[in-house]
């Protein structure tokens, strides 16, 4: 099993800046990816990004240039710096930890940016 607990979730104005961590504790193995995705009511979970333990990144083309993924893999803790915030990113944000044992989720947090 692997616990994801997330954090800073907030309400901003647009062009505004938040940053969500999450941390992951639990059965964390090499070979993983951690990551961000992002939900509204009535829309399918979309991918923002995640990060491979390499280093390797994949991004959500509406975010490249505003977000920026990162981890510390000594804390198993991935990053999302999100800056130049728009309405359009207001969300539901959930953390994934993926690996070939499993696919894990945490509870989300609530991101809202005002115009």
């Known amino acids: 099993q692997v616990q994801l607990v997330e954090s800073g979730g907030d309400f901003v104005q647009a062009g505004g800046s938040l940053r969500l961590s999450c941390a992951a504790s639990g059965n964390i193995f090499s070979n993983n990816r951690l990551g961000w995705y992002r939900q509204t009511p009535g829309k399918q979970r979309e991918l923002v990004a995640d990060?491979?333990?390499?280093?390797?990144?994949n991004y959500s083309d509406s975010v490249k240039g505003r977000f920026t993924i990162s981890r510390d893999n000594s804390k198993n803790t991935v990053y999302l710096q999100m800056n130049s915030l728009k309405p359009e990113d207001t969300a539901v944000y959930y953390c994934n930890f993926r690996a070939y044992y499993g696919n894990y989720w945490g509870q989300g947090t609530q991101v809202t940016v005002s115009s």
């Open positions: 990060m491979g333990r390499d280093g390797t990144t």
